[in-house]
């Protein structure tokens, strides 16, 4: 190996390290190792004066590969991978080894112990650096413009922030309106502002900026390409038609469950849904007067075992139906029935107090003992086990509303083949953190926003509308990407292309190509993530990981085995 | 813990984002262990070769721990499912060399579980200090 030049930097980390182990005694052993030219500890090897000794001793000795044994490289990598490219050093021929985290601090009482270890995990650190290579990053444009998948209210929220920064955007939508759910909707809580005044103005904008190009009616058909530079394939008047963007928007929505077999659903007049109401109370209201009473059924094909979750709004869109009817109505015996209400934040809280005193009666009901409706075409009474007071009720009830969940687009399936994005609970897209993502899904350049990735009510949809916005303006307002020097790369000599690592990747960034007729496997370094599942399962080794190759962990379990 | 004098060499692999992120945890919280363990760290317990595990044993180490995310929660979508699958293969194949299958270790460990990291960790040591030493070393 043409001459490698380690420089070895022992943290006592004040006493966190220097407590426990014995840092110049690793330092006096680091000396001795191959290839190490120089080491030395210091107090904190993040402090500057750390750095600058670092940034020193690569001149004064002409150090090419450094190991820091420190703390952990989860907070600390990047900040002496940064100290090595200052003083002209290639990030990527740097090792950090963890002798903190990993071993002064979970072996305090066995110092000696410690310090025998921080002197392996150098071994190994220094083991590993000489086989490290230069690596240069990726990169790659980033076409400033965006494909939104669904003219839904967070759909329509993206597309307007996103064309509203300057970004070309493709408003891509299924139906031959804009809207989606919420042009059924009737009122929305807390406000019961009229649905349509909502609504109206926001397609009326996005019909009117000139940024926005609107696909519609319009089939998603295909999806290829990665982040900068996706090639959008959808099939509008009559043709296939190829957009070109560098970022996705998933806002395809939810649908309302439609209640078959729950509750005479479909089989007996005057059973409906909640949708099906909104859509009754958008449109004359004389019915309402002639009323006896309506009951209103929660939880309806949902927190059942089939469909476990909660749909997280459907209390309050009750609550709200059940309030505006008994308003209109107020001889009407308005009852709901839950099984627990979800009426979160001051102000659906407050909504849900507003309705009890405008005289609707909330009710708890128990799946083991379910409500009945009596009637023959069309409900007459109701019969309701209170679950709170123990006790059996009729009720006159002319009116059966279900207040059922959203539940998944039908197509989610095919879209996230398309797009190589996953689904999770319910067919729902699974974006790439519950907490710390949650607009992003896993692929990068791809984000998502409203019901397509929860049931969401709007004040929520049009966050995530905007959310996702902001995270796809983020490559495109730079027009550039830069991927970490950890992926994976093919060695076409050896390559047998088989295809076993086509497979195995989870990001779909490898295909086999035919070069000069040699037939190979190839890796998309924009879409690659570095974790190296292609490597452990290529048959002929051909395929390795920067940063992470067969040679250098073996390297490192040999130095192990060897200094036992 | 059983103490027969044996103190196994024992080699973990952690990914990067959840089990490494668990053992630092479990350092922050300053839970104390066995010292017998060196992690190397990978970005996926996907990443990690059959050759690497074989090659652990072949030179002498006692155990072996591949530890990942919990399934479902792989930070690449799904290579802990990968590397369950290979598992399959890999204990019956330390079978086939001599060696008990009990020596090599795949668990999920998640970035907030330093207290579970600790109690693999530690099960771990004391199940390969009774197994005593590698027997294809000792032979």
Redesign the interface.
């Known amino acids: 190996m043409a001459d490698v030049r380690v420089g070895v930097f022992i943290c006592h980390c004040g006493t966190n390290i220097g407590g426990v182990v014995d840092v110049p005694s690793v330092v006096e052993y680091a000396r001795a190792l191959p290839n190490v030219i120089y080491a030395e500890n210091n107090l904190y090897t993040c402090s500057e004066g750390g750095l600058a000794s670092i940034r020193e001793k690569i001149a004064e000795h002409n150090l090419n590969r450094v190991v820091v044994a420190a703390c952990?490289?989860?907070t600390h990598e990047p900040l002496f991978k940064n100290t090595c490219e200052d003083a002209g050093l290639n990030r990527y021929l740097f090792e950090f080894v963890?002798i903190?985290?990993?071993?002064s601090?979970?072996?305090?009482?066995?110092k000696d112990?410690?310090t025998?270890?921080a002197k392996?995990?150098v071994a190994?650190g220094v083991a590993k650096v000489q086989w490290l290579q230069p690596q240069q990053e990726y990169e790659g444009d980033v076409l400033k413009a965006s494909a939104v998948i669904g003219g839904g209210i967070a759909g329509m929220t993206s597309a307007l922030s996103l064309a509203n920064q300057g970004y070309e955007v493709h408003l891509i939508e299924r139906e031959k309106e804009l809207g989606g759910l919420v042009k059924s909707v009737n009122r929305l809580f807390p406000t019961n502002v009229d649905a349509d005044k909502v609504i109206t103005p926001i397609i009326e904008k996005a019909k009117a900026n000139k940024n926005i190009r609107l696909h519609m009616p319009a089939e998603l058909k295909d999806v290829k390409g990665f982040i900068g530079d996706f090639d959008v394939t959808i099939y509008e008047n009559g043709a296939d038609n190829v957009i070109k963007v560098g970022t996705i928007i998933v806002a395809t929505g939810a649908q309302e469950l439609k209640p078959d077999g729950f509750y005479n659903y479909g089989k007996m007049d005057n059973v409906v849904t909640q949708l099906d109401l909104e859509g009754k109370l958008k449109q004359d209201k004389k019915w309402i007067d002639d009323l006896a009473g309506v009951t209103m059924i929660n939880c309806v094909g949902c927190r059942i075992p089939e469909r476990t979750y909660c749909s997280r709004f459907c209390c309050i869109t009750a609550i709200k139906n059940a309030w505006i009817l008994r308003e209109a109505n107020p001889k009407a015996k308005v009852v709901v029935l839950h099984r627990d209400l979800m009426a979160y934040g001051v102000e659906f809280e407050e909504y849900y107090r507003k309705a009890m005193e405008a005289g609707v009666l909330f009710l708890r009901y128990n799946l083991d003992k379910p409500p009945q409706i009596i009637g023959k075409e069309k409900p007459e009474k109701i019969k309701i086990h209170d679950e709170l007071t123990d006790s059996h009720l009729e009720l006159p009830c002319d009116m059966v509303v279900l207040t059922t969940p959203l539940v998944s687009a039908r197509d989610n399936e095919a879209v996230s083949k398309m797009l190589k994005v996953?689904l999770g609970d319910g067919m729902f897209f699974l974006e790439a953190h519950l907490k710390l993502r949650p607009v992003e899904f896993?692929t990068d350049g791809v984000y998502v926003a409203g019901s397509a990735r929860w049931p969401v009510d709007i004040t929520e949809s049009i966050s995530q509308g905007y959310a996702a916005a902001a995270k796809a303006a983020i490559p495109m307002s730079s027009g550039k990407i830069k991927v970490e020097a950890?992926t994976s790369f093919v060695n076409i000599g050896e390559c047998i292309a088989c295809g076993t690592c086509v497979l195995?990747c989870?990001?779909n960034a490898i295909s086999v190509v035919d070069t000069d007729g040699k037939m190979h496997a190839q890796v998309n370094e924009a879409m690659c993530?570095?974790?190296?599942?292609c490597?452990?399962?290529c048959p002929s080794g051909a395929i390795q990981?920067k940063g992470?190759t067969?040679q250098q962990?073996?390297c490192?379990?040999?130095t192990?085995?060897?200094g036992? | 813990m059983i103490d027969n004098g044996f103190e196994p060499k024992i080699l973990a692999f952690c990914c990067n984002w959840c089990s490494y992120a668990g053992a630092d945890l479990a350092g922050v919280s300053r839970l104390q262990m066995p010292p017998n363990l060196r992690v190397i760290r990978v970005m996926c317990s996907g990443r990690v070769s059959v050759e690497w595990v074989i090659k652990a044993f072949s030179s002498g180490m006692d155990g072996v721990m591949v530890l990942g995310c919990h399934i479902g929660d792989c930070h690449y979508i799904d290579g802990n499912h990968r590397t369950k699958k290979r598992f399959v293969l890999l204990g019956k194949l330390l079978g086939a060399l001599g060696i008990e299958p009990d020596r090599l270790c795949l668990d999920w460990v998640s970035a907030s579980e330093g207290q579970k990291f600790q109690d693999v960790v530690t099960k771990f040591t004391s199940r390969v200090k009774e197994l005593g030493p590698n027997p294809i070393v000792a032979a």
């Open positions: 952990t490289p989860r963890n903190r985290e990993h071993c601090w979970i072996h305090m009482h066995a112990d410690a025998e270890k392996q995990l190994m996953p896993a950890i195995a989870p990001f993530k570095g974790c190296g599942t490597v452990a399962t990981q992470c067969d962990i073996l490192m379990i040999e192990l085995a060897g036992l």
